[in-house]
Every structure is written in C-alpha cells, then in structure tokens.
C-alpha cells in the first residue's frame, strides 16, 4: 500500500474530496514525522508503537574485502506492534 492508496481509501470511507484527504494524510505525517524528529515515542493504541533508538558506533567488516571499517552511529526507527493488531494478524 502506498501513500496514494491510503490518500484513496480516506477519501472513499469519509467522502473528503482526494485533494482534502491528501491534505489529512499529510497532515498526519508530518506530526507523526515531528514527533519521531524530536526523539519522542510514538504511541497509536491499537496499532503500535513507533520508537527512535540510538546505536552507537562499532566496528564492522567489509564484507567483500575484509577490512576493518568503523560504522558511525546513528538513529534507527524501530516499530513494535500492538497486541490487539498481532492478535489480529493471527486469526
């Protein structure tokens, strides 16, 4: 499912012009975006949580030559599902 799909299924379900669902999905993005930004947890009940981890940096190895290389650190987004959606999933 893509970005134009979910943008299709709002505007079918609530009847919202395209352009006005595109606005609200959007919309909702860019919140969920900012909060990820500033490091905060992401919460949606029923669905899943959405948590912006730090790694720190490690050695690695080239795997096509073997040497040594050093992976900076970095942020990664992790998601874990909620217990309603995997009892879901499931069934």
Known sequence: ???IDIIQ???GKLGFSKKDSAKI???????MKG?????EKLKISGFGNFIVKGKKS???RN?????AIEIS??????FK???????TLNE
């Open 1 to 3: 499912m893509t970005k």
């Open 9 to 11: 299924n709002v505007s």
């Open 25 to 31: 999905v959007e919309s909702v993005f860019d919140i």
């Open 35 to 39: 909060c990820l930004e500033r490091g």
């Open 58 to 60: 490690r050695r690695g």
């Open 63 to 67: 795997p096509q030559t073997g040497d």
């Open 73 to 78: 650190a970095r942020k990664v987004l992790t």
């Open 81 to 87: 599902s909620s217990q309603v959606l995997r009892r």
